[in-house]
């Protein structure tokens, strides 16, 4: 199971807008409504941004959005803070009750 | 509160086992299915393994197909992940972690997890 592709990095300035990409196949992407995405500051404990595509656990604020289309899923965060800074992790459901993650994307706020 | 809090973490040998534990506390573990993921040095997450709510389901990720095994004991909340034939490779940050649940159904997805236990494999 290859992984899903996600840019190595992206970065904004506070208030600013960025998308994160996350690329996979029919296999998982594309074939299973069950992409999530974790936000991961170093050293803690990874947390669940979304789940199903596009549902928001409580307490995500809503400047974070989803998306999703064909094989490409896709996070948007707006009015970029500064405690927006970590990595991005999206995850599929694949086939065969396996997960497979992205590669990460490291957001810097500038 | 709800917490999952990993153990068993440290320096072995290639070719060597280690035995990583999970302990959960807060919820009703015996109804969740589990999972360990890993993150590699410099590198991204890696799902390792899922075991069902009652144990009776066992699946593996391929890098360690074959050399895992998942388990768990619901009388004392606990998880474990029997690693042998460690590699190199191998060398990383075990998470365990929680699939959430929502109306009644299974999530997919992780909802909470520990902070992690380092396995570092190297002679």
């Known amino acids: 199971q290859s992984a899903l592709t996600q840019p190595r990095s992206v970065s904004g300035s506070p208030g600013q807008s960025v998308s994160i990409s996350c690329t996979g196949t029919s296999s998982d992407v594309g074939g299973y409504n069950y992409v999530s995405w974790y936000q991961h500051h170093p050293g803690k404990a990874p947390k669940l941004m979304f789940y199903?595509?596009?549902r928001r656990p409580s307490g995500v604020p809503d400047r974070f959005s989803v998306s999703k289309s064909g094989n490409t899923a896709s996070l948007t965060i707006s009015g970029l803070q500064a405690e927006d800074e970590a990595d991005y992790y999206c995850?599929?459901?694949?086939?065969?009750?396996?997960?497979?993650f992205g590669g990460g994307t490291k957001l810097t706020v500038l | 509160q709800v917490q999952l809090v990993e153990s068993g973490g440290g320096v072995v040998q290639p070719g060597r086992s280690l035995r990583l534990s999970c302990a959960a506390s807060?919820?009703?573990?015996?109804?969740?299915?589990m999972h360990w993921v890993r993150q590699t040095p410099g590198k991204g997450l890696e799902w390792v393994a899922v075991?069902?709510?009652?144990?009776?389901?066992?699946y593996y990720g391929g890098s360690v197909n074959g050399r895992c095994t998942i388990s768990r004991d619901n009388s004392k909340n606990t998880l474990y992940l029997q690693m042998n034939s460690l590699r190199t490779e191998d060398t990383a940050v075990y998470y365990c972690?929680?699939?959430?649940?929502?109306?009644?159904?299974?999530?997919?997805?992780?909802?909470?997890w520990g902070q992690g236990t380092m396995v570092t494999v190297s002679s």
């Open positions: 807060g919820f009703t573990f015996s109804s969740y299915h």
């Open positions: 075991i069902s709510y009652d144990g009776s389901n066992k």
């Open positions: 972690g929680r699939e959430g649940q929502s109306s009644g159904y299974y999530m997919r997805a992780f909802d909470i």
């Open positions: 995850c599929s459901y694949a086939d065969s009750y396996t997960w497979v």
């Open positions: 199903d595509v596009n």
